[in-house]
Nanobody, 125 residues
Framework: QVQLVESGGGLVQAGGSLRLSCAAS????????MAWFRQAPGREREFVAA????????EYADSVKGRFTISRDNVKNTVYLQMSSLKPEDTAVYYC??????????????????WGQGTQVTVSS
C-alpha cells in the first residue's frame, strides 16, 4: 500500500480557487489509480474525481465537472486537485485515495484501499 498525505486546504471566498496536493510514498505510485473524495458535516463521503495510473483517463462527479481538474505527476508521486469557481457547497474535508491497478475505465467504482488523513476546505459566501 501507499501512504498518502494531503495538503493545500484552507478558507477561500466563493468564486475563488484552491489547489490540493496529495503526496504518496513508495515506488509503486504509478501502479495506482488515484481519486479525491469529500465529506461534509452530516453527509456521506462522496466521490469527486479520479485519474488513471497513466493520467490518460479522468472522471468527475457532475457537481464539480468543469470547475475541478485532477492531475498527477508520476515523477513527484503526487496527485493534484485544482478547484476553481468554488461554491459554499464545496465545503468539506477532502480525502485522497489510491486503488492499486492499471485501470483506465470505471475509475470511481474501484476499490480504494489507501486513504489520506484529509484536508479541510471551507468556502465562505
Amino acid at each position: 500500500q501507499v501512504q498518502l498525505v494531503e495538503s493545500g486546504g484552507g478558507l477561500v471566498q466563493a468564486g475563488g480557487s484552491l489547489r490540493l496536493s496529495c503526496a504518496a510514498s513508495g515506488r509503486a505510485f504509478r501502479s495506482y489509480a488515484m481519486a479525491w473524495f469529500r465529506q461534509a458535516p452530516g453527509r456521506e463521503r462522496e466521490f469527486v474525481a479520479a485519474i488513471s495510473w497513466s493520467g490518460d483517463s479522468t472522471e468527475y462527479a457532475d457537481s464539480v465537472k468543469g470547475r475541478f481538474t485532477i492531475s498527477r505527476d508520476n515523477v513527484k508521486n503526487t496527485v493534484y486537485l485544482q478547484m476553481s469557481s468554488l461554491k459554499p457547497e464545496d465545503t468539506a474535508v477532502y480525502y485522497c485515495a489510491a486503488a492499486r491497478g492499471l485501470y483506465e475505465t470505471q475509475l470511481q467504482g474501484r476499490e480504494f484501499g489507501s486513504w489520506g488523513q484529509g484536508t479541510q476546505v471551507t468556502v465562505s459566501s
